[in-house]
Nanobody, 122 residues
Framework: VQLQASGGGLVQTGGSLRLSCRVS????????MGWFRQAPGKEREFVAS????????YLADSVKGRFRISTDNAKTTVILEMNSLKPEDTAIYFC????????????????WGQGTLVTVSS
């Protein structure tokens, strides 16, 4: 499966952004999709994951209530809606595919996409 992330940019604190991950290649119904991020000088961390159709979604505690992961019915796009953004959300965001939503939440990734930079100004 090939993953292409887009939608990053510069936003002020409290603002919103919508990241998209275009999925191509084989993505069967059992494949889970997710988002990770890596801030400057820090390790990559899990953000969100779900199966297609939004089933069994997981969110990191740091983004619960602010971020939402969704997918389209054609299984071509994974969306990360980010609201109430904070400076600490500044990072490169990566989309990822794995064998299950819970596996992704534990950092078990089968495929990575390239990153898209999100910068939140204070």
């Amino acid at each position: 499966v090939q993953l292409q992330a887009s939608g990053g940019g510069l936003v002020q604190t409290g603002g919103s952004l919508r990241l998209s991950c275009r999925v191509s290649g084989r993505a069967n119904s059992g494949t889970a999709m997710g988002w990770f991020r890596q801030a400057p000088g820090k390790e990559r961390e899990f953000v969100a994951s779900s199966y297609w159709y939004g089933l069994s979604a997981y969110l990191a505690d740091s983004v619960k209530g602010r971020f939402r992961i969704s997918t389209d019915n054609a299984k071509t796009t994974v969306i990360l809606e980010m609201n109430s953004l904070k400076p600490e959300d500044t990072a490169i965001y990566f989309c990822a595919a794995g064998r299950s939503s819970v596996a992704l939440s534990k950092g078990l990734v089968d495929s990575w996409g390239q990153g898209t930079l999100v910068t939140v100004s204070s």
